[in-house]
């Protein structure tokens, strides 16, 4: 499948905020779900928040839940965000996006994963 399109990363200071976008080139989300993953230095891509189209059923994983939103644009269908605020060092990865079947977990993804979207925390 291909890949959505991540933007919106970059360098910012522990406690800053940052937006990320998650577009589909092309077309309408395909998946019953649309979720972010990250992958630190050295570790294995992790789940951080999952969410339906409409974005009434969401889930974040405990590290960034009260930190991090989740939403899609009103104008633009094929496009999410994912609103970062209070940022920590632990924080720093590479973002994706990836539409999802099965749960706002995502514990199926239907998209091949794409650039991602680096995101650094410095302390």
């Known amino acids: 499948q291909v890949p959505l399109v991540e933007s919106g990363g970059g360098l910012v200071q522990a406690g800053g905020s940052l937006r990320l976008s998650c577009v589909s080139p092309?077309?309408?989300?395909?998946?019953?779900?649309i979720g972010w993953f990250r992958q630190a230095p050295g570790k294995e891509r992790e789940f951080v928040v999952g969410?339906?189209?409409?974005?009434?059923?969401?889930?974040y994983v405990e590290s960034v839940k009260g930190r991090f939103t989740i939403s899609r644009d009103s104008v633009d269908k094929n496009k999410i965000y994912l609103e970062m605020n209070s940022l920590k060092p632990e924080d720093t990865a590479v973002y994706y996006c990836?539409?999802?079947?099965?749960?706002?977990?995502?514990?199926?993804?239907?998209?091949?994963w794409g650039q991602g979207t680096q995101v650094t925390v410095s302390s």
């Open positions: 969410t339906n189209p409409s974005g009434t059923d969401t889930y």
């Open positions: 092309g077309r309408t989300f395909r998946g019953d779900y």
């Open positions: 990836t539409e999802c079947l099965g749960s706002t977990r995502c514990p199926t993804r239907i998209n091949n």
